[in-house]
């Protein structure tokens, strides 16, 4: 069990699962630097949780409602918490669209078991929505899920404490990243460039 000032931010996971480097800027050196993804994704957040409370028949939904887990060490906000005859359905609003990669199904994994700490339920399942294709994906928090969700919270307060920030290392991804320049400074971008690597990057996707 952590104390209250052992929280960490649960959107770190998001950024961990990413780039331990990008979580290590952000979360150690409080580094931050805005692009159009960032932007539009803090709009589209602010939007879920502006609307505050409301009831339909057979649902109650809560906007921005606070999170934490002192179980495993963390602290947050739920975009959207919906409450079908009392069983909580956490959703998640992404500016993108469905991704490969698994940190957005963590995220929203550890904000159900922050829920679950909170109100001694169980909760099977949630829902990403993407702003792109604006469609819900529904998410179950099956064993593995619910495991790399306690994974990333071990590896996140072992980086906190030991307060180093890896080293680079550059990848196809790191075109969408906000803090590229923070991250590797000067050095040379061109499209021809940064298209090789992305088309290497997907020929590996594919071969695994």
């Known amino acids: 069990m952590y104390a209250e000032d052992q929280l ?64 495993l060490g963390l ?28 940190c957005d199904r963590i995220q929203l994994c550890a904000q159900a078991l922050c829920l679950e700490e909170m109100l001694g339920c169980a909760i099977p399942g949630g829902a990403l929505f993407y702003g792109v294709t604006r469609r819900r994906l529904d998410v179950g928090f099956d064993t593995p899920l619910r495991a790399d969700v306690e994974r990333m919270a071990v590896r996140m307060h072992d980086l906190y404490e030991a307060g180093k920030t890896p080293m680079a290392k550059e990848e196809p991804k790191c075109g ?10 000067g050095k040379d971008r061109s499209v021809s460039r940064y298209l090789r690597a992305s088309i290497k990057g997907a020929l590996e996707e594919t071969t695994e």
């Not at 739920?78 to 698994?102: I, L, T, W």
């Not at 969408?176 to 991250?183: D, K, V």
Request: include cysteine; proline fraction near 6%.
């Open 8 to 71: 960490l931010p649960l959107s770190g996971l998001q950024h961990l699962e990413f780039c331990e480097r990008q979580w290590a800027l952000i979360h150690i050196e409080q580094q931050w630097a805005e692009n159009r993804l960032t932007a539009e994704g803090r709009l589209l957040h602010e939007t879920a949780h502006a609307a505050g409370a409301e009831s339909r028949p057979g649902v109650t939904i809560c906007r921005g409602l606070s999170l934490r887990s002192l179980r």
């Open 176 to 185: 969408n990243c906000s803090l590229l320049e923070i991250c590797m400074p």
């Open 75 to 102: 602290v947050g906000q739920a975009d959207v918490v919906e409450f079908h005859a009392k069983q909580p359905f956490p959703v998640e609003y992404k500016r993108g669209k469905p991704k490969s990669a698994n």
